[in-house]
């Protein structure tokens, strides 16, 4: 099973190897093959005004490979948003210390569609989840393509439109406010057969953070008492 590791500005030097790969990754994945110029930049790394100290990332490590990953800014702070498409949120900009944006999830092309074990993707929305809970967090916002809705629906994610969709160079684009709650972590984690937290919080034992129990699954059906 590959890992999920948390990496903050106090453990971000453990990480320095990856980070090359990573902003890489996501310049083959958004500029070359998703075509979202406005991020191209010559030097191959795809790195905006976002990736700051403050920014938390998930990492999803197999075998010393980076094949996945995940961007979380806290709402206090610029963000995507309140400064790119404040005008997806009718209501105004969220800004809360319980509340994260997320961004730039992506798999590598040849870890999609997995049918194995779990996809990695479901791996990286679960981790998020726990991630959230343990530190305090309640919620996610996030600007997003219409088509993950059914996703979210079909894994228990519960997103709340904050405005109504826009086109925008070509594609129906909402912005979102996930809740972040035990029920849907438990319920991720028995969708994809996890019995215990996954992530690794290597050389962050003084973050403050709540450590999750281990989960007990309901017994398969062919185990249950006849009635
Ligand atoms: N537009 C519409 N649907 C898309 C899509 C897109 N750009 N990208 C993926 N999907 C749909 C696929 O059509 C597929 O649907 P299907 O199962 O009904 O055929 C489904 O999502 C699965 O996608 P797939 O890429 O095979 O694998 P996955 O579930 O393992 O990974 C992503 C999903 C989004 C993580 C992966 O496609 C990815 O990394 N994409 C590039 C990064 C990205 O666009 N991230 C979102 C914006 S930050």
Not at 10 to 25: A, I, Q, S, T, V
Not at 52 to 69: K, M, P, R, S, W
Not at 188 to 207: E, F, M, N, V
Not at 208 to 219: F, K, T, V
């Amino acid at each position: 099973m590959p890992e999920i590791h948390v990496v903050r500005k106090d453990n971000r030097h453990l990480y320095e190897p990856y980070f090359d790969p990573y902003f890489r990754w996501r310049h083959e994945i958004y500029v070359k093959q998703r075509k979202w110029m406005a991020l191209d930049r010559p030097d191959g790394r795809e790195i905006d005004q976002f990736d700051t100290e403050d920014a938390v990332y998930l990492f999803c490590i197999d075998n010393g490979q980076l094949i996945g990953a995940m961007r979380a800014l806290p709402t206090l702070l610029p963000t995507l948003m309140s400064d790119i498409f404040p005008y997806l949120n009718i209501r105004g900009p969220i800004r809360r210390s319980d509340v994260y944006e997320l961004s730039r999830i992506f798999v590598i092309p040849e870890r999609r569609g997995e049918h194995a074990g779990p996809r990695v993707e479901m791996l990286l929305l679960t981790a998020i989840m726990e991630y959230g809970i343990s530190v305090g967090l309640t919620g996610f916002t996030i600007v997003l393509e219409s088509w993950w809705l059914p996703r979210f629906e079909r894994c228990g994610w519960k997103a709340h439109p904050l405005g109504l969709p826009q086109t925008i160079d070509g594609m129906s684009v909402l912005a979102v406010l996930v809740d972040c709650d035990d029920t849907t972590w438990k319920s991720l984690c028995g969708q994809i057969g996890l019995t215990r937290p996954i992530l690794t919080w290597r050389g962050l034992a003084g973050l403050n953070r709540l450590a999750l129990p281990d989960i007990s699954l309901p017994p398969p059906a062919f185990a249950q008492p006849a009635q």
